[in-house]
Nanobody
Framework: QLQLVESGGGLVQPGGSLRLSCAAS????????IGWFRQAPGKEREAVSC?????IYATSVKGRFTISRDNAKNTVYLQMKSLEPEDTAVYYC????????????????WGKGTLVTVSL
């Protein structure tokens, strides 16, 4: 059974850091494009970052977030620094075979998400 499980979310103060993890089971992550997406209350799901042989970042997180992959652990990470209240959202990881890995519609498998709250 193909499964993605996110972890690492929580409450953090503005300017703080968090590292999210996306662990896969039932398939090998390095054969897919892996994307991180987020959805804030009342807003549409938006792309954050994607990794394959290279990495892509949304403009809003470039320079603050870093996506990486540990093939031995079959896990993708999202290191988030200098967090802002606007980063508050449920963060999802997703896997897909399409190069359009910043498009939610192009992704085939989704985790259930982990909540990140940036607040004093």
């Amino acid at each position: 059974q193909l499964q993605l499980v996110e972890s690492g979310g929580g409450l953090v103060q503005p300017g703080g850091s968090l590292r999210l993890s996306c662990a896969a089971s039932g398939f090998t992550l390095d054969r897919y494009y892996i994307g991180w997406f987020r959805q804030a209350p009342g807003k549409e799901r938006e792309a954050v970052s994607c990794i394959s042989s290279s990495t892509i970042y949304a403009t809003s997180v470039k320079g603050r977030f870093t996506i990486s992959r540990d093939n031995a652990k079959n896990t993708v990470y999202l290191q988030m620094k200098s967090l802002e209240p606007e980063d508050t959202a449920v963060y999802y990881c997703a896997a897909g075979a399409s190069i359009r890995c910043l498009s939610p519609n192009a992704m085939d498998y989704w985790g259930k998400g982990t909540l990140v709250t940036v607040s004093l």
